[in-house]
Structure formats: structure tokens, C-alpha cells
């Protein structure tokens, strides 16, 4: 069985429940950054240890890697994510990727150019999101946000807020063709379906894409129908 070795925010550095949902037929192996903050200056005392980690997951026997993190590959801009890569694949010594990476490969797969936008973020993660989206040929039409900082208060998002959110972001959006809900934290497989079905756009999250995207990466096709549009490409 191909095994995926994920870097997680949270330092118990538990597996994601999404990819093995989604993906049963894989094995998944995880160690955790111990981010204090979702903010930038809470990146920032982290981020150097990305090699470390990924050389970790290979000793677990991980054959690929992915950054379980949007806003930690994103906050730098493009640069950052591609040192971020680097680290990974350095120290990992297999292929690797990142969440952000993955998020704009499902975007493109669903044919996404106006995205309206949701997140668990403060202002300074969000600006930083909307530059990257922006510099990657996307239009954000909407930006709809929690202010979240700490893991605990992402983790206590409940599904009612991921709809009202998703919602939110589609009635401040013009024209938007897609739905990107993004925090890597933010447990959004169970409502995907129902705001694909609500509001007739496809649905990106930071976690599904993010899972979607490693598996691709160790040779899966990426296909698990019934959980969104995504899925079925």
C-alpha cells in the first residue's frame, strides 16, 4: 500500500480525518509543525523545520510528501512556497508538495477563473491569500472570513459555520464560479456536497484539495465520488 507522509499545523501531528476517507486504499503517515498561531509571526517560528519533519515521514516510510497547511505555503507568496518545496524535497529525498499547490490544481481541474472566497483567517492571511490567488490568474470576486488565530478555534468550527460561511461568501461574490473555503484545519468533507447542491458552483477546501492533491502525487488518480465535483474529475 503507498504511504503519504503528511506535515500537519497542529504539534500532536494527528492524521487529518479527510484523506483516509477519502482514500481508504492509502496509508498515511503524519508528524505535526507546532504552529503557536494561525499569523504570520507564528509561521515564521515554525517554518525552518519543514526539512527535519520531511526526513522524519521518510523514516516512517512515506514514498511522498505534502505541507497539510494552505497559509503556510501561501503567506511568503510564490517564493516562499517554492522554498517551502524545496525544504520538503531536500529533506524528504521523494516527491513532494503543498497544500497551496494542490488547492491551485483543483481549482484549474474544476475550471475555476472567478472564486469567491471564505476562510478561517485574519486580515493579514487574507491579503496574503488574495495576492497569491491573484498572481496564480484567479479573480477574487469575495472574501468572506472567521478572524480565527489559535488551532483550537478552527478545530471548534462546527459544519452550521462552514455552510453560513460558504453562503456568505457566495452572496458577496459577482459572477463567481467557484467556492474556495480555505484552512487546512477547517473539517469541510461533510459540506461540500450540500453547498455544491445549494448554490450549483463546485466547492474547493483547503483539506479536501489538499488531500486530493497528495495522493495524486504518490500515482492515485485522485477519484472518490460522492464527496464534490472535484471528485469526479
Same mark, same amino acid.
Given at each position: 500500500?503507498?504511504?503519504?507522509?503528511?506535515?500537519?499545523?497542529?504539534?500532536?501531528?494527528?492524521?487529518?480525518? !479527510?484523506?483516509?476517507?477519502?482514500?481508504?486504499? %492509502?496509508?498515511?503517515?503524519?508528524?505535526?509543525?507546532?504552529?503557536?498561531?494561525?499569523?504570520?509571526?507564528?509561521?515564521?517560528?515554525?517554518?525552518?523545520?519543514?526539512?527535519?519533519?520531511?526526513? !522524519?515521514? &521518510?523514516?516512517?516510510?512515506? !514514498?511522498?510528501?505534502?505541507?497539510?497547511?494552505?497559509?503556510?505555503?501561501?503567506?511568503?507568496?510564490?517564493?516562499?512556497?517554492?522554498?517551502?518545496?524545496?525544504?520538503? &524535497? =531536500?529533506?524528504?529525498?521523494?516527491?513532494?508538495?503543498?497544500?497551496?499547490?494542490?488547492?491551485?490544481?483543483?481549482?484549474?481541474?474544476?475550471?475555476?477563473?472567478?472564486?469567491?472566497?471564505?476562510?478561517?483567517?485574519?486580515?493579514?492571511?487574507?491579503?496574503?491569500?488574495?495576492?497569491?490567488?491573484?498572481?496564480?490568474?484567479?479573480?477574487?470576486?469575495?472574501?468572506?472570513?472567521?478572524?480565527?488565530?489559535?488551532? =483550537?478555534?478552527?478545530?471548534?468550527?462546527?459544519?452550521?459555520?462552514?455552510?453560513? %460561511?460558504?453562503? &456568505?461568501? +457566495? =452572496?458577496?461574490?459577482?459572477?463567481?464560479?467557484?467556492?474556495? +473555503? @480555505?484552512?487546512?484545519?477547517?473539517?469541510?468533507?461533510?459540506?461540500?456536497?450540500?453547498?455544491?447542491?445549494?448554490?450549483?458552483?463546485?466547492?474547493? @477546501? @483547503?483539506?479536501?484539495?489538499?488531500?486530493?492533491?497528495?495522493? &495524486? %502525487?504518490?500515482?492515485?488518480?485522485?477519484?472518490?465520488?460522492?464527496?464534490?465535483?472535484?471528485?469526479?474529475?
Amino acid at each position: 500500500m503507498t504511504c503519504i507522509g503528511m506535515i500537519v499545523p497542529p504539534a500532536a501531528g494527528a492524521i487529518p480525518p !479527510e484523506p483516509p476517507e477519502l482514500y481508504p486504499d %492509502l496509508e498515511f503517515v503524519s508528524v505535526g509543525l507546532g504552529i503557536p498561531e494561525v499569523t504570520p509571526e507564528g509561521f515564521d517560528q515554525v517554518i525552518g523545520r519543514l526539512s527535519d519533519l520531511a526526513g !522524519e515521514l &521518510r523514516a516512517k516510510g512515506a !514514498e511522498a510528501i505534502s505541507l497539510m497547511g494552505t497559509s503556510l505555503s501561501f503567506y511568503r507568496g510564490p517564493e516562499g512556497n517554492a522554498e517551502v518545496l524545496k525544504a520538503l &524535497r =531536500e529533506g524528504g529525498g521523494v516527491p513532494a508538495t503543498t497544500m497551496t499547490d494542490s488547492v491551485l490544481d483543483a481549482l484549474t481541474a474544476v475550471g475555476a477563473k472567478r472564486v469567491a472566497v471564505g476562510t478561517a483567517y485574519t486580515d493579514p492571511v487574507n491579503a496574503a491569500l488574495t495576492r497569491y490567488l491573484t498572481a496564480s490568474g484567479f479573480e477574487v470576486t469575495a472574501l468572506e472570513a472567521m478572524h480565527l488565530k489559535t488551532v =483550537e478555534e478552527v478545530f471548534a468550527t462546527t459544519d452550521a459555520d462552514l455552510i453560513a %460561511l460558504g453562503a &456568505r461568501a +457566495i =452572496e458577496a461574490a459577482s459572477g463567481a464560479d467557484c467556492l474556495f +473555503i @480555505s484552512c487546512g484545519g477547517l473539517h469541510t468533507l461533510p459540506v461540500i456536497p450540500v453547498l455544491e447542491a445549494a448554490h450549483g458552483l463546485p466547492v474547493i @477546501s @483547503s483539506a479536501t484539495a489538499g488531500s486530493w492533491g497528495a495522493a &495524486r %502525487l504518490a500515482g492515485h488518480s485522485g477519484r472518490a465520488p460522492g464527496h464534490g465535483r472535484l471528485f469526479e474529475v
